[in-house]
């Protein structure tokens, strides 16, 4: 064990048997084998070989962005959430407004919202005709606004699923103004720009992604 760990060694790993001991006890399932000589099952082995000990990623870099953010915002891959709110399953799980602040701040940088009509005229989000529970669109927007950039300055899209009525719609749109004020992307980084603006223009941005509504379905 020592001599494969010290003989496959990278920066970042333990360099030393003394090193070694310390992080095996660390995986160790029984405390009685940490006394003298402690040893792994194959099991805590496995455990071991892929933690983050024996991550193949300098972890002193891992915090630094080295791609390049100035490329247009369509060349990216995003880290995006699907039924963001949801705890459990989609038919009769809860929906969280904490669900929103424990994906943003695993960098999650797109967050779902299903809106639908509220009863005291403000929209509610919940999976649409199901047994979810429902929380209000406006401590989900709250929340966004608190914690979008706790661990990335880069944009936050708001994938809104909207089935709200004119007048709630209405509402959202007065919200989200108050609610995130200058964060909220409502103009053209560059009128004359021919290609969409870079993640590092769009830092500390929020951006609604949602479909336009037909004008026939004002009247369904």
């Given at each position: 064990?020592?001599?494969?760990t010290?003989?496959?060694?990278?920066?970042?790993?333990?360099?030393?048997?003394?090193?070694?001991?310390e992080?095996?006890?660390?995986?160790?399932?029984?405390?009685?084998?940490?006394?003298?000589?402690?040893?792994?099952?194959?099991?805590?082995?496995?455990?071991?070989?892929?933690?983050?000990?024996?991550?193949?990623?300098?972890?002193?870099?891992?915090?630094?962005?080295h791609?390049?953010?100035?490329l247009?915002?369509?060349?990216?891959w995003?880290?995006?959430?699907?039924?963001?709110?949801?705890?459990?399953?989609?038919f009769?799980?809860d929906?969280?407004?904490?669900?929103?602040?424990?994906?943003?701040?695993?960098?999650?940088?797109?967050?779902?919202?299903?809106?639908?009509?509220?009863?005291?005229?403000?929209p509610v989000?919940?999976?649409?005709?199901?047994?979810?529970?429902?929380?209000?669109?406006?401590?989900?927007?709250?929340?966004?606004?608190d914690?979008?950039?706790?661990?990335?300055?880069?944009a936050?899209?708001?994938?809104?699923?909207?089935h709200?009525?004119?007048?709630?719609?209405?509402?959202?749109?007065?919200?989200?103004k108050e609610?995130?004020g200058?964060?909220?992307?409502?103009?053209?980084?560059?009128?004359?720009?021919?290609?969409?603006?870079?993640?590092?223009?769009?830092?500390?941005k929020?951006?609604?992604?949602?479909?336009?509504?037909?004008?026939?379905?004002f009247?369904v």
């Open positions: 064990m020592v001599l494969f010290l003989q496959a060694a990278s920066e970042g790993t333990a360099t030393s048997a003394l090193q070694l001991e992080y095996v006890k660390r995986y160790l399932d029984d405390p009685l084998r940490q006394a003298v000589e402690p040893y792994f099952t194959a099991q805590e082995f496995l455990e071991y070989l892929f933690s983050r000990e024996n991550s193949i990623f300098n972890e002193a870099k891992e915090k630094e962005v791609m390049n953010m100035d247009p915002f369509s060349n990216y995003i880290a995006s959430s699907h039924n963001t709110y949801l705890t459990g399953d989609q009769s799980s929906s969280s407004v904490e669900s929103y602040i424990q994906v943003l701040r695993k960098g999650c940088r797109c967050v779902e919202l299903d809106c639908w009509d509220g009863p005291d005229g403000i989000i919940y999976h649409g005709h199901t047994l979810t529970s429902k929380i209000k669109f406006l401590d989900v927007i709250r929340a966004v606004r914690h979008a950039f706790d661990v990335s300055e880069y936050v899209i708001l994938s809104i699923e909207n709200c009525n004119i007048a709630q719609q209405r509402t959202m749109a007065t919200l989200l609610t995130f200058e964060m909220l992307l409502t103009q053209p980084v560059d009128p004359n720009a021919m290609e969409l603006p870079s993640p590092n223009q769009l830092k500390r929020i951006i609604i992604k949602v479909s336009t509504i037909l004008y026939t379905e009247y």
